[in-house]
């Protein structure tokens, strides 16, 4: 079947039979990505989460610190 990325509108192709073509044929809103913006978000998720974290420990370091 004839996906379409949501993200840079690549024309993939995907085996009819995979779990994934299956999960897109059943929920047409689908949230296909290409490969390229795939590794992109998992790169940007794993960087927001990073500096979430990081955030958190520094907010709630000097919160220590004032009290
Ligand atoms: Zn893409």
Avoid: W
């Avoid at 993200?7 to 047409?28: F, Q, S, W, Y």
């Avoid at 949230?31 to 420990?57: D, H, P, V, W």
Wanted: with cysteine.
């Amino acid at each position: 079947m004839r996906v379409k990325c949501v993200i840079c509108d690549e024309i993939g192709l995907l085996v009819d039979d995979t779990p994934l073509a299956k999960k897109l044929r059943n929920h047409p809103i689908n949230t296909y990505m290409c490969e390229t913006c795939n590794e992109r978000i998992t790169e940007q998720t794993n960087l927001r989460l990073a500096s979430g974290k990081f955030i958190f420990y520094r907010s709630s370091h000097s919160a220590e610190e004032n009290f």
